[in-house]
C-alpha cells in the first residue's frame, strides 16, 4: 500500500522530511490550494500568488523526479476548500496505509492535523520540520529554568553549536553582536541596486489571473509581480544580495527613505519562510562571503543574526508559550485596527509611505513594521489580535509562528516583556534621524505639542503617562520617566490634551 504525503504551502523543500523515505513508484504526494488557507485571514494577493505559483511549480519538479503528485488546483470544480475534507477525499481516491506530514507552522494547523487520527481512523505521523536549527523540544530545553529568554544569548548558542562565524571557540573580530554599528541614518548619493524581479511564465500568468478572478476584494496589488517561485530563482536572489547588497546591509538596516522600499535588505524571507531556500545554507554562503573578503563583519554578523538567531528564537517563543501567548495583552490595549492601515489615507508621511509600499509589495522591512507602523499601533493602544491579523494578512513572508511573536512581543509588547526587555515605543525624532520621511509630512517632527505637532512626540509621552503603573519600574525606561516628571502641570496637560484630540480622530474616521 502506498504512503499519502501532505506538503504544505510553507514546505516547498525537496529534502523536507515528510518526502525523505518517499517511494516514487508507490506513494502519493498531495498538495493543495484551498479557500480555507487564503481566507482565514485576508491575505494580500501578492502573497497568496506567490504561494500558488510557488507550490505548483514545486509539483512540477517533483514529478520530473518522478513522483506520484495529486496537485488540487484551487478552481478544481471538485475542490472542498479546507485541508481537512481534501485529505479526506485524498485518502478515497489512494486507499493509502497512513499520511505522513512535517509539523505545520501554525497551532491551529498542528491541532487539525492531530485531530485526523480519531477523525478519519488513520494512522497520522508528524514529523519533525528539521529544516529549522533548533527544535521546539530543544528550545525549551534551553529556556527551562531561565528567568529571562533574551535572543542574544540564545544566538550565542546557536552560533557555538553550528559553528558560524566562530574561531577557535570565540567569535569572529571578538565580539558577538555588531548592532552597534549597524545604525547609519540614510544619506545623499546612496546607490541602491535594483532587487531581484523574475519573469512570468505561463504558470504564473495563470495563477495571477485565477487570484484577480477569486480574490479581487483582497488587500494589495497583485502586479507587477517579482517574486522567485523556484529554487532556483531563489537561490539566484541569494546570490545577487550578497554579490550586490550585502556589503551596505548592516550599516543600513534601519535606514528608511521614501520610494526605496527594499533598501540594502535581502528579501529572501519569502523564500526561507516556504522552503524553497534553507536557512543554514543561507548563513554559510554570507559566512563565506566575509571570510573571501566580500563583506564586512558587521553587515554578515547582523544578517546571519536574523536568521540562525532571531528567525530560530521567534519560533522558539512561539511553540513555548502557544496557544495562551494568541490571548496576551499585557497592556490592555483595545482599539480598533485603524483605517489609514489599509487605505493609506493619512497626513503623516512615514505611515503613509509605509502602508503604500506594503500594499505594493506584500512586503516592508524591520524597521519600517516596528518603528512606523508597529510604534503606532504600540502607542494608540490597537488591539494585538486586530494589529497581528493584519500582519498576517498583508506580507508575504508572514506566517503565524513567526508573524504572532514579532508583533505581540517585539511590537506590541503585549506579553509583558518575554520577548523584549522594553516596548519599543519612540516619538518622531527617531523616525526623523532614521529616514527621509518627515520633510515631506504635514506634521513638523520638531514641535512637540500643538496642532501641527508629529503626532508620533506627543502619543509617545502620553503612552508613558498612561502605563506609567505597569511600566515605570522599568530599567531600561528610567531616563524617559525621569524627563517625564520634570514636565509641569502645563505640559503635561497639553500632552494628555493633544493626545486625546488626536485618538478621538482616529476613533472617528478622520484622516489624521
Not at 184 to 189: E, L, Y
Not at 237 to 250: P, S, V
Not at 337 to 344: C, H, K, S, V
Not at 449 to 459: K, Q, R, S, T
Request: charged share 30%; glycine share 6%; with cysteine.
Amino acid at each position: 500500500m502506498s504512503i499519502l504525503r501532505l506538503i504544505l504551502g510553507d514546505q516547498l523543500s525537496h529534502d523536507i522530511s515528510s518526502l525523505r523515505d518517499s517511494d516514487p513508484d508507490h506513494d502519493i504526494v498531495l498538495l493543495c490550494e484551498v479557500y480555507e488557507e487564503a481566507t482565514y485571514v485576508k491575505h494580500h494577493k501578492k502573497k497568496i500568488a506567490f504561494l500558488f505559483s510557488a507550490m505548483r511549480h514545486f509539483a512540477t519538479e517533483l514529478r520530473e523526479k518522478r513522483h506520484r503528485v495529486d496537485y488540487i488546483q484551487l478552481d478544481d470544480e471538485k475542490n472542498t476548500g479546507s485541508f481537512t475534507s481534501e485529505v479526506e477525499r485524498a485518502i478515497k481516491r489512494h486507499d493509502p496505509k497512513k499520511i505522513v506530514v512535517t509539523f505545520p507552522g501554525e497551532y491551529r494547523l498542528l491541532k487539525a492535523i492531530q485531530g485526523w487520527a480519531e477523525l478519519f481512523e488513520f494512522e497520522v505521523e508528524i514529523r519533525p520540520d528539521d529544516r529549522f536549527l533548533c527544535s521546539p523540544e530543544e528550545f525549551n530545553t534551553w529556556a527551562e529554568g531561565r528567568k529571562q529568554l533574551r535572543m542574544e544569548f540564545f544566538y550565542r548558542e546557536m552560533r557555538k553549536r553550528h559553528d558560524i562565524l566562530m574561531g577557535n571557540g570565540e567569535p569572529e573580530g571578538g565580539q558577538w553582536n555588531y548592532d552597534v554599528e549597524n545604525r547609519k541614518p540614510p544619506k545623499d548619493g546612496l546607490k541602491i541596486p535594483q532587487p531581484y524581479k523574475s519573469k512570468l511564465d505561463a504558470v504564473t500568468r495563470e495563477v495571477l489571473d485565477l487570484v484577480a478572478e477569486k480574490f479581487g476584494n483582497h488587500f494589495g496589488d497583485l502586479e507587477p509581480f517579482y517574486f522567485a517561485v523556484t529554487r532556483d530563482q531563489a537561490l539566484y536572489a541569494l546570490q545577487k544580495f550578497i554579490d550586490e547588497r550585502l556589503t551596505h546591509f548592516g550599516d543600513y538596516q534601519d535606514a528608511m527613505m521614501e520610494g526605496e522600499p527594499w533598501m540594502y535588505h535581502s528579501h529572501l524571507s519569502f523564500y526561507l519562510n516556504c522552503g524553497l531556500l534553507n536557512p543554514l545554507e543561507t548563513a554559510r554562503k554570507a559566512e563565506r562571503a566575509y571570510h573571501e573578503g566580500r563583506a564586512p563583519l558587521n553587515a554578515v554578523e547582523g544578517f546571519i543574526r536574523q536568521i540562525i538567531g532571531w528567525r530560530e528564537y521567534v519560533r522558539g517563543i512561539y511553540w513555548l508559550k502557544m496557544p495562551r501567548y494568541a490571548d496576551e495583552n499585557f497592556l490592555d490595549a483595545e482599539r480598533k485596527l485603524p483605517r489609514l492601515y489599509w487605505n493609506g489615507e493619512t497626513k503623516m508621511n512615514c505611515l503613509r509611505q509605509c502602508v503604500k509600499e506594503t500594499k505594493e509589495n506584500a512586503y516592508a522591512h524591520h524597521i519600517q513594521r516596528l518603528m512606523v507602523l508597529g510604534n503606532f499601533a504600540l502607542l494608540t493602544g490597537v488591539d494585538p489580535k486586530q494589529a497581528s491579523e493584519w500582519y498576517l494578512s498583508v506580507y508575504a513572508d508572514a506566517f503565524e509562528w513567526v508573524e504572532m511573536p514579532n508583533v505581540t512581543g517585539m511590537i506590541l509588547f503585549a506579553d509583558g516583556g518575554l520577548l523584549g526587555s522594553k516596548p519599543y515605543a519612540g516619538g518622531g525624532n527617531h523616525i526623523n534621524k532614521m529616514s527621509t520621511y518627515c520633510g515631506n509630512c504635514d506634521y513638523s517632527v520638531s514641535k512637540k505639542i500643538g496642532a501641527n505637532a508629529c503626532p508620533f512626540n506627543y502619543l509617545y509621552w502620553d503612552f508613558l503617562i498612561r502605563h506609567k503603573e505597569r511600566l515605570g519600574n522599568n530599567p531600561r525606561l528610567s531616563l524617559a520617566y525621569r524627563s517625564l516628571s520634570k514636565r509641569g502641570d502645563e505640559k503635561l496637560e497639553a500632552i494628555r490634551g493633544d493626545a486625546r484630540y488626536f485618538l478621538r480622530a482616529l476613533e472617528r474616521g478622520e484622516q489624521v
